[in-house]
Nanobody, 123 residues
Framework: QVQLVESGGGLVQAGGSLRLSCAAS????????MGWYRQAPGKQRVLVAA???????NYADSVKGRFTIFIDNTKNTVYLQMNSLKAEDTAVYYC?????????????????WGQGTQVTVSS
């Protein structure tokens, strides 16, 4: 009923930039928050940045000052602008959305995940 479609990953040299996007579609009544997580090989998935529909954002310390998250509520899309990329930013990036949806007349909040997009930063 709800899908998250990510795009924008790829290979970039250290110091370069990439912009990730994640579009949510389906039976969405309200976006509570959207965010980006990443998982490097052999490591746990961790929060990179998150933003509420009211534009309140928070970032992992490792990306503060380099990454910017922003949301377009009219398009149900969240973006992650990544600048000054480092080799340690290499990971699969996953979009997450906390949404209000409904089935059979019952509304409820639910977490959704995208399929992941690979970001590789070469040093």
């Amino acid at each position: 009923q709800v899908q998250l479609v990510e795009s924008g990953g790829g290979l970039v040299q250290a110091g370069g930039s990439l912009r990730l996007s994640c579009a949510a579609s389906g039976r969405i009544f309200r976006i509570n928050a959207m965010g980006w997580y990443r998982q490097a090989p052999g490591k746990q998935r961790v929060l990179v940045a998150a933003i509420t529909s009211g534009d309140s954002a928070n970032y992992a310390d490792s990306v503060k000052g380099r990454f910017t998250i922003f949301i377009d509520n009219t398009k149900n899309t969240v973006y992650l602008q990544m600048n000054s990329l480092k080799a340690e930013d290499t990971a699969v990036y996953y979009c997450n959305a906390d949404l209000l949806t409904a089935v059979g007349g019952y509304s409820y909040n639910k977490d959704y995940w995208g399929q992941g997009t690979q970001v590789t930063v070469s040093s």
